[in-house]
């Protein structure tokens, strides 16, 4: 059974950072591509960042790009995000999403339960 455990939100004031984990299960974690997704209150879902099985390639939204770091441990079966220079319209709860194989895709079947981040003085 895949799993997908997401930690790591929490209140941060503007400026701040926060790092999320992603503990997977169930799958061979270092062959598939995963992405990170988030939804704020009251809008729909956003891609945030990819990253290849590997973990040489990573991909961004534009809205994220610089602030953010997307990466992986296949050892530990773990994907991350870093969140630096967060913004009020970073609030939002963030997923953690199994993509395809190798390369991402952008289409999900596996998503985690979300951890919510919240960013506000």
């Known amino acids: 059974e895949v799993q997908l455990v997401e930690s790591g939100g929490g209140l941060v004031q503007p400026g701040g950072s926060l790092r999320l984990s992603c503990a997977a299960s169930?799958?061979?974690?270092?062959?598939?591509?995963m992405s990170w997704v988030r939804q704020a209150p009251g809008k729909g879902l956003e891609w945030v960042s990819a990253?290849?099985?590997?973990?040489?390639?990573?991909y961004y939204a534009d809205s994220v790009k610089g602030r953010f770091t997307i990466s992986r441990d296949n050892a530990k079966n773990t994907l991350y995000l870093q969140l630096n220079s967060l913004k009020t319209e970073d609030t939002a709860m963030y997923y953690c999403?199994?993509?395809?194989?190798?390369?991402?895709?952008?289409?999900?079947?596996?998503w985690g339960q979300g951890t919510q981040v919240t960013v506000s003085s």
């Open positions: 169930g799958f061979t974690f270092s062959s598939y591509a």
């Open positions: 990253i290849n099985s590997g973990g040489g390639s990573t």
């Open positions: 999403a199994k993509d395809s194989p190798y390369y991402p895709s952008y289409e999900y079947n596996y």
